[in-house]
C-alpha cells in the first residue's frame, strides 16, 4: 500500500499563486510517475501535470506556462507551483502516484490517490 498526504489548497484571488504538496509513504515498490489531477464539481477529474521518475513532465493546455510540477524523488514528494491562478481553476485537486507493483505472481501498475485539496480562486 502507498499513501499519499496532501496539503497545500486553500482560498487565493485570480493572479494569485498556491503551492501543493504531496508525500507518498516509504514503499519497496517503484513510483513510476506522480501528478496532479482536478476535478471541478459536475466534471470529469483531468490530468494538471505530471512527472515521471526519470525527469520528464506532462501538462493540461490549459495550466502551461501557470503550474510547473517538481519532485523530489528522494523524498517521494511532488509539487505543484500555481502560479497566475483564475477562477476557472477552482477545484479539488487530487494527488496521483503510478507504483509498479511486484509480486511473485504479477507484475503491474497501480494507481494510488491522495484524499483531494481543495484549491478555490475568487475573481
Known amino acids: 500500500q502507498v499513501q499519499l498526504v496532501e496539503s497545500g489548497g486553500g482560498l487565493v484571488q485570480a493572479g494569485g499563486s498556491l503551492r501543493l504538496s504531496c508525500a507518498a509513504s516509504?514503499?519497496?515498490?517503484?513510483?513510476?510517475?506522480m501528478g496532479w489531477y482536478q476535478q471541478a464539481p459536475g466534471k470529469q477529474r483531468e490530468l494538471v501535470a505530471q512527472?515521471?521518475?526519470?525527469?520528464?513532465?506532462n501538462y493540461a493546455d490549459s495550466v502551461k506556462g501557470r503550474f510547473t510540477i517538481s519532485r523530489d524523488n528522494a523524498k517521494n514528494t511532488v509539487y505543484l507551483q500555481m502560479n497566475s491562478l483564475k477562477p476557472e481553476d477552482t477545484a479539488v485537486y487530487y494527488c496521483?502516484?503510478?507504483?509498479?507493483?511486484?509480486?511473485?505472481?504479477?507484475?503491474?501498475?497501480?494507481?494510488?490517490w491522495g484524499q483531494g485539496t481543495q484549491v478555490t480562486v475568487s475573481s
Open positions: 496521483n502516484a503510478q507504483v509498479q507493483v511486484v509480486d511473485p505472481v504479477s507484475n503491474y501498475e497501480r494507481d494510488y
Open positions: 516509504r514503499t519497496s515498490f517503484t513510483i513510476n510517475a
Open positions: 512527472t515521471t521518475t526519470g525527469g520528464s513532465t
